[in-house]
């Protein structure tokens, strides 16, 4: 089993960075044998500190086509994972190799792309890194794209995190003097390039100074220090980025949760711990208004004193913290991690036969 990983990475956002770390790692406990490698941009924040086999690219990989196939032919991968990235060329390159293709959509633009018939024919897969409420069912155009194409499966996985590890929590919470339910965590993500939008990452900051002032304990995980305050407050822990195994169990052990509409927001809904959130992209705030569809209404406006109005009001009240995360648990966001393990299975021996 030779899997090559070709997530979307750059300066900004690490989501799909991460996804693709849960998934490896998730691999490689399940497949001690496996053999995996990483195609990342050296611009992403991470790139210093990638811990499996990895290939550095000047930008994200959708923009290195050359770089991309040759690795494609050197490596000779039996599945090739893109997520949210991809050209037309490095979908054949894996093809001519005798690889599975994997393509992961979490965004519109992207999805719309995936269902571009000359690319589903290419494919063996399509997950959709969403819940299907959220994410929308498959239109009759696109049913009928697939059925014209004769594939490729569509599956979606509502999120893909580590299991729980209580091990793990103890030690995280212990290390920072933290107490199961008794703090706020707030993870900004890693921005935009959007200049409407780039300004987020700073007002999670400044969000946490105000809660932190108020007294109430918060964790603030991985802003970078020219955009946050620089104010040192006694209850408010500053923690530099991390790996998913160790946020994620920050999460099932929040009181609270103040974060993006993005992938921390769906771990966040599998956890189902109470949170307030803010869209960082235009996808995010088509997603917020579909969960308040279902009664899930955790999303404000992208402004420190927005945030900070919802948060306390969570805080100040357990009748409406415990409403909220019923309704979340109602929804029934689950980790798809152990399903994707059985798919790539299923394709592996399907490759081998």
């Not at 008794?182 to 809660?211: F, N, Q």
């Not at 220090?225 to 195994?245: I, V």
């Amino acid at each position: 089993m030779r899997i090559l990983f070709a997530p979307v990475s750059g300066p900004y956002g690490s989501g799909e960075y991460l996804r693709t770390l849960a998934i490896a790692t998730a691999l490689l406990r399940r497949w001690r044998s496996a053999d995996v490698h990483l195609l990342v941009s050296r611009q992403m924040p991470e790139a210093a500190r990638v811990p499996l086999p990895v290939t550095l690219l000047p930008a994200s990989p959708t923009f290195h086509t050359r770089e991309v196939t040759a690795a494609i032919r050197a490596y000779r991968p039996t599945l090739v994972v893109f997520d949210n990235a991809g050209r037309t060329a490095q979908l054949r390159a894996a093809r001519a190799a005798g690889a599975r293709v994997v393509f992961i959509s979490s965004r519109l633009r992207q999805r719309r792309r995936a269902f571009r018939l000359q690319w589903m024919r290419l494919l063996d897969e399509h997950w959709i890194a969403w819940p299907e409420m959220l994410a929308g069912s498959l239109t009759p155009f696109e049913r009928l794209r697939q059925a014209i194409s004769g594939g490729p499966s569509v599956r979606y996985f509502d999120t893909l995190m580590h299991p729980e590890n209580p091990s793990l929590a103890r030690e995280v919470l212990a290390r920072h003097q933290l107490h199961s339910n008794g703090y706020v965590l707030v993870i900004p993500g890693g921005g935009t390039g959007d200049p409407r939008l780039a300004h987020g990452p700073a007002v999670m900051d400044e969000t946490a100074c105000r809660l932190a002032t108020l007294g109430h304990t918060t964790v603030l995980v991985g802003t970078r220090k020219n955009q946050g305050t620089g104010e040192s407050l006694d209850c408010l822990l500053r923690l530099p980025r991390m790996d998913m195994e160790v946020a994620v169990e920050l999460i099932r052990h929040a009181r609270l949760v103040v974060c993006n509409g993005g992938d921390t927001l769906l771990q966040v809904l599998s956890s189902q711990r109470a949170c307030v959130a803010a869209a960082m992209v235009p996808d995010q705030q088509l997603r917020l208004r579909r969960l308040a569809a279902h009664g899930v209404r955790i999303g404000t406006a992208l402004d420190a004193a927005a945030l900070t109005t919802e948060a306390t009001r969570l805080l100040a009240s357990d009748t409406h913290r415990q409403v909220l995360m019923q309704r979340i648990e109602a929804l029934g966001i689950a980790n798809g991690m152990s399903a994707l393990l059985d798919t790539v299975a299923e394709l592996h021996r399907t490759q081998a036969a």
